[in-house]
């Protein structure tokens, strides 16, 4: 199996406690590329009838890290991975995962459905996330990673719920990924999991926009300017 993954070697941001991958970032990228790909081929290839699973390429040559969809390519920027670096390792092993997610969706429009809001894609490549790095066999991540991950997740939410933007708060997002993590792990689809992640049993899947979603979606709007007005009352 041959991915392309180019990537400019880049040193680590200083001494960091928090980094015990015995390597750059980049072949973290590649071990979490390479691995989740296989994922992607067991998990997903036959469950949604496809004939090959599409080819996706990886590199940091980019100043924003973004999926592009018309040329399947994941660019992780220098920037980001610096910054995520700090947090740890499982924090850069997300947002790669979290990107391949877009991937898989991007490959199999099944997943997604008709017509999801830009918060309903970004949920799903969290679960997404969660669910190819516990089936990454070439990945094995210890409860500190798992931390740093969740951490990170929450740490890049955002609060503005009605930019066409916004990517789910720091609350949904980690819980996203944790709920993916279980049923990569453990198969169980816990409360989670319908709201985040879509997926159902055999191939199929629960529409993105059904009213459960929603109503969490609007359950977190509702905290977030609850707080909001506690703030400002006082």
């Not at 099944?110 to 017509?115: D, K, R």
């Not at 992640?197 to 629960?206: A, D, I, Q, S």
């Not at 609007?218 to 909001?228: A, D, H, K, P, V």
Request: aromatic residues 6%; positive net charge; glycine residues 10%.
């Amino acid at each position: 199996m041959l991915i392309p993954v180019l990537l400019t070697q880049l040193a680590l941001p200083g001494p960091n406690p928090g980094w015990d991958w015995p390597g750059p970032p980049s072949s973290l990228i590649r071990v979490v590329t390479e691995g989740s790909f296989q994922a992607m081929i067991n998990d997903f290839k036959h469950a949604y009838g496809l004939q090959r699973m599409p080819g996706v390429t990886v590199t940091n040559r980019c100043e924003r890290t973004s999926y592009n969809r018309s040329t399947s390519t994941v660019c992780i920027s220098p920037a980001m991975i610096n910054g995520l670096a700090r947090l740890g390792d499982g924090a850069l092993v997300f947002v790669v995962a979290h990107e391949l997610g877009h991937h898989l969706q991007n490959a199999i429009p099944q997943l997604v459905g008709p017509m999801p809001s830009r918060t309903q894609r970004e949920l799903q490549a969290d679960c997404l996330a969660g669910i190819l790095l516990s089936r990454n066999d070439k990945l094995h991540m210890s409860d500190q990673d798992v931390q740093e991950a969740l951490t990170a997740a929450q740490r890049l939410g955002d609060s503005t719920y009605d930019h066409f933007n916004h990517h789910g708060s720091g609350e949904m997002r980690m819980l996203a990924v944790r709920s993916g993590m279980r049923y990569g792990r453990q198969g169980v689809r816990d409360n989670y999991f319908p709201l985040f992640c879509g997926l159902e049993g055999g191939g199929t899947k629960k529409r993105l926009g059904d009213t459960s979603f929603k109503a969490a979606e609007n359950m977190g709007r509702l905290r977030f300017e609850l707080r909001t007005n506690r703030l400002k009352a006082h």
